[in-house]
């Protein structure tokens, strides 16, 4: 049972806000109200979320010998996701509220013992990531509900034992209040509820036509498998790679990116022989993921291991370890590292009559390859990246008066802009000229800023807020002394240093790599 954790909203209002304002992401369909569950990415948006797939593909894919890439179709033939189990079995537990009409994911919905005067009265029903102060709250409401205004709350037992609604029982939930009603007993018993996004493909209307859009990028991977295999020079143990959209019709879409209903995937299905040390590799695979979520400036300490417990295993599943991150909302999966046996191979094999067989040069012997399958959100990672980038602390302004900076610290590999250029002043041509030359010979092997607008200070302050490393400018000193030198001023210590254009190419091409 996942217990939840205190949630951060004043963090993600900030961050949400952040990245309104200087066009990181936008609602979807914002000019018509928006649309739930869907997000557009901005100008600075769409440069960090091709910043994070580049250091992943490059380091998973480009940077190895055992990796290669896959570029599958959205739509794939309807019978792909039945033999993957998709068509029967990809739903999520629906919770609705007879009351107020709203739906809850019975997973994350939580349920808490009401004791008032050291008798237990009810329940009360709340989403994960509820803070404590509307938790109590609810259970106010409750007492009031049951004209019992003078008793006194144990909000200690509140909080003791929070069981997910997908193991209450029937009694407990006819007298558990739900988080948008005014009396328990309105919540019904959890259903499943399909996630796969459905279309009709070609000129006819019926059943025939029914596709989906695909809701993992996985099973194209699974499906192309014997391609890659026939072409490809490819010994086991070897992976393939796939940065793609996935559609899911989320019952809760939520926390801002975190949980959408189009979103992007970058998976690997890495094979392995069957009698290999799978508990071992699995490991290493944790390892790598980890270490390469802090090499794209995540803090070690915000990422934790969630080990599957045997029991809520698939039956076919060896092990399944998400790598948790401390997101605004509190400790939640960002990616999931599964041993998945042979089991998709296997239903691919069935189902399409094709044999999925390997013949390993190395041992003679012919078989179907276990998988490990880490699989990671683009766009949780981008929140991930976010969260762990942002803050606020206090500087002195151009007056000299202390005032309150917010600055993005991205690792240098993944920020939109990796420099801004400025001149000093822009009615000074000799300093224009320099900084424009300067300007475009950097742009010609990364994303750069050029502002010559402002107090050199607003413009520091602008590129701190959207995370941009260095600040490089063009002042009298670069024009009048000998050196060739500009001033670099660095984005999380503020420190300044001069800097030659050779040096500061050196130092780009060792830090954004
Ligand atoms: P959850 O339990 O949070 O719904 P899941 O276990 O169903 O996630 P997987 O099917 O393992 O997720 O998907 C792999 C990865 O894809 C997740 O670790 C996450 O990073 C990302 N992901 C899954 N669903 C969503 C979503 N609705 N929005 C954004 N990213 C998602």
Redesign the pocket.
């Known amino acids: 049972m996942t217990v939840p954790t205190v949630s951060n909203e004043s963090l993600m209002e900030e961050i949400v806000g952040l990245c309104k304002r200087r066009g990181f992401i936008f609602p979807s369909s914002e000019i018509y109200g928006g649309y739930n569950g869907f997000y557009d990415y901005g100008p600075l948006g769409v440069e960090l979320r091709n910043n994070i797939k580049q250091a992943w593909w490059r380091d998973f894919v480009q940077r190895r010998d055992d990796i290669v890439g896959l570029d599958s179709s959205i739509i794939m033939h309807p019978k792909i996701w039945q033999a993957s189990g998709h068509v029967d079995g990809f739903s999520d537990p629906l919770v609705d509220c007879k009351e107020s009409r709203k739906r809850y994911r019975a997973d994350q919905l939580f349920c808490a013992p009401v004791v008032l005067d050291a008798e237990p009265c009810g329940y009360v029903a709340y989403v994960e990531g509820a803070d404590e102060a509307s938790i109590i709250k609810q259970a106010k409401k409750l007492r009031d509900s049951l004209d019992k205004k003078q008793s006194k709350l144990d909000e200690g037992q509140l909080f003791g034992s929070a069981a997910d609604f997908t193991e209450v029982s029937d009694a407990v939930r006819e007298q558990t209040l739900g988080p948008d009603a005014s009396k328990a007993g309105t919540l019904t018993a959890p259903r499943a509820f399909k996630l796969m996004f459905e279309t009709k493909v070609g000129p006819l209307a019926d059943e025939s036509a029914i596709a989906y859009l695909r809701p ?1 990028t996985a099973q194209g991977i699974f499906a192309n498998y014997k391609n890659v295999v026939d072409t490809g020079r490819v010994k086991i143990p070897f992976g393939i790679a796939q940065i793609g959209k996935a559609f ?1 019709n ?1 019952i809760t ?1 939520r926390n801002f ?5 189009e ?1 992007e ?1 970058m998976e690997i299905e890495y094979f392995i022989a069957p009698d290999a040390d799978w508990p071992s590799l699995h490991r290493e695979w944790l390892d790598q993921c980890i270490d390469w979520l802090v090499s794209i400036g995540l803090p070690r300490e915000s990422i934790t291991e969630d080990v599957h417990p045997q029991e809520k295993l698939a039956f076919y599943s060896q092990a399944t370890t ?1 790598l948790m991150f401390h997101f605004p909302h509190g400790e ?5 590292i599964a041993c998945r046996s042979d089991y998709d191979l296997k239903q691919h094999q069935q189902h399409s009559g094709k044999s999925m067989e390997f013949f390993d040069e190395a041992s003679k012997s012919k078989y179907v390859p276990h998988v490990i399958e880490p ?3 683009v ?2 990672t981008l929140l991930a990246v976010l969260t762990a980038a942002y803050c606020e602390d206090e500087v002195p302004n151009d007056k000299g008066q202390a005032e309150q900076r917010t600055l993005l610290k991205f690792s240098p590999r993944i920020a939109p802009y990796k420099a801004a250029v400025f001149p000093l002043l822009k009615n000074k041509p000799e300093l224009v000229e320099r900084a424009d030359a300067l300007y475009r010979k950097l742009q010609k092997r990364w994303n750069v800023f050029y502002d010559a607008s402002g107090a050199i200070g607003r413009r520091y302050r602008r590129q701190d807020e959207i995370g941009t490393p260095w600040c490089v400018t063009i002042d009298f000193d670069t024009i009048e002394k000998p050196g060739d030198t500009f001033t670099l001023r660095e984005r999380d210590s503020m420190a300044q240093r001069r800097i030659t254009q050779a040096e500061l190419f050196a130092m780009l091409d060792a830090q954004v790599y």
């Open positions: 993992e899911r989320e879409p990116i975190f949980r959408s209903r979103f995937q998400d939640q999966e960002l990616w999931g699989s990671l959100g766009d949780r």
